[in-house]
């Protein structure tokens, strides 16, 4: 099995291209965000990406942007999916990573919302992912568990930064709920959370050292599931972002990092993790 980094639009204050540029110079192999609405600009997009040699991941939230329109129907989220569904399909992405559905639904309007989905993924012959996400129907892990266990065949993207912060801890607490989602892992997204915040101001600063290694610790238990599984490589998305993620001094609002910087210690962090810990799994180890 085979890393594969993406670079996050999420944050970029530039171009397409500029985010072409960066990811191939990181040595990412490809982006991830949402396509544009326009179909002609989502073409041309996916002609420049062929051209730089890189892979697509697109991003859909249903009825809103990261947070859900509280008034949407069940029939405005899938109407949302549906469309923008369209404008994704046309930059070949390899899966859509969807933050869908709203955390102050019942749980049987999210399993509707779910089942729903899946089934236009399948008419499209496109694999959906959904996010773990705050405001969403994802946003904590008991929630997911009880979702997930009637829905066998959902992929799940990963972010677990935010249940630490809707928990008010690191998920370590849960190891068993974890353990039992890691078999609808599909993709990650490694941005590292605290029991405060979704977002540690820096993930190499010594005091933030045991948040990092308990993110570290749940990706690999991913890793492991997506190996038995038989994934020949695992996507992960160095997600640090802006919008009051990123701490910043009062007054002043100086950032206290680059995110673009701290994006790329991630993904070179998990570069040497993702290698320790092939070396170190006794079924490569075997085929090796």
Same mark, same amino acid.
């Given at each position: 099995?085979?890393?594969?980094?993406? #670079?996050?639009?999420?944050?970029?204050?530039?171009?397409?291209?500029?985010?072409?540029?960066?990811?191939?110079?990181?040595?990412?192999?490809?982006?991830?965000g949402? =396509?544009?609405?326009?179909?002609?600009?989502?073409?041309l997009?996916?002609?420049?990406?062929?051209? =730089?040699?890189?892979?697509?991941i697109?991003?859909?939230?249903?009825?809103?942007?990261?947070?859900?329109?509280?008034?949407?129907?069940?029939?405005?989220?899938?109407?949302?999916?549906?469309? #923008?569904?369209?404008?994704? &399909?046309?930059?070949?992405?390899?899966?859509?990573?969807?933050?869908?559905g709203?955390?102050?639904?019942?749980?049987?309007?999210?399993?509707?919302?779910?089942?729903?989905?899946?089934?236009?993924?399948?008419?499209?012959?496109?694999?959906?992912?959904?996010?773990?996400?705050?405001?969403?129907?994802?946003?904590?892990?008991?929630?997911?568990?009880?979702?997930?266990?009637?829905?066998p065949?959902? #992929?799940?993207?990963?972010?677990?930064?935010?249940?630490?912060?809707?928990?008010?801890? &690191?998920?370590?607490?849960?190891?068993?709920?974890?353990?039992?989602?890691?078999?609808?892992?599909?993709?990650?997204?490694?941005?590292?959370?605290?029991?405060?915040?979704?977002q540690?101001?820096?993930?190499?600063?010594?005091e933030?050292?045991?948040?990092?290694?308990?993110?570290?610790?749940?990706?690999?238990?991913?890793?492991?599931?997506?190996?038995?599984?038989?994934?020949?490589?695992?996507?992960?998305?160095?997600?640090?972002?802006?919008?009051?993620?990123?701490?910043? =001094?009062?007054?002043?609002?100086?950032?206290?990092?680059?995110?673009? #910087?701290?994006?790329?210690?991630?993904?070179?962090e998990?570069?040497?993790?993702?290698?320790?810990?092939?070396?170190?799994?006794? =079924?490569?180890?075997?085929?090796?």
């Amino acid at each position: 099995m085979e890393l594969s980094l993406f #670079k996050t639009l999420w944050g970029h204050n530039s171009d397409f291209e500029s985010a072409i540029a960066k990811a191939s110079r990181a040595e990412f192999q490809g982006i991830e965000g949402p =396509a544009p609405e326009d179909l002609r600009e989502a073409r041309l997009r996916q002609e420049k990406l062929d051209d =730089a040699g890189l892979s697509y991941i697109a991003e859909i939230t249903t009825a809103g942007s990261y947070v859900p329109d509280r008034q949407a129907s069940l029939d405005d989220h899938l109407e949302s999916l549906e469309r #923008k569904l369209e404008h994704s &399909l046309q930059m070949s992405p390899l899966f859509i990573t969807c933050l869908g559905g709203c955390d102050a639904w019942p749980e049987d309007l999210s399993l509707e919302f779910f089942t729903r989905a899946m089934e236009i993924a399948t008419s499209n012959d496109m694999t959906i992912s959904f996010e773990t996400h705050r405001g969403r129907s994802f946003f904590n892990p008991w929630v997911t568990q009880r979702l997930v266990s009637q829905l066998p065949d959902i #992929k799940l993207t990963l972010d677990f930064s935010h249940w630490c912060v809707v928990c008010e801890r &690191l998920m370590d607490t849960e190891r068993d709920v974890l353990e039992g989602l890691a078999p609808h892992a599909h993709h990650i997204h490694a941005r590292v959370g605290y029991d405060q915040g979704p977002q540690v101001p820096h993930p190499e600063a010594p005091e933030y050292e045991a948040a990092l290694r308990a993110h570290q610790d749940w990706w690999a238990l991913l890793w492991n599931s997506q190996l038995e599984r038989g994934y020949p490589y695992t996507t992960m998305t160095p997600e640090f972002g802006p919008d009051g993620y990123l701490h910043e =001094a009062p007054f002043t609002c100086e950032p206290a990092a680059d995110l673009w #910087k701290i994006n790329q210690w991630m993904a070179h962090e998990e570069r040497r993790h993702f290698s320790r810990f092939t070396q170190g799994h006794p =079924a490569l180890q075997s085929v090796s």
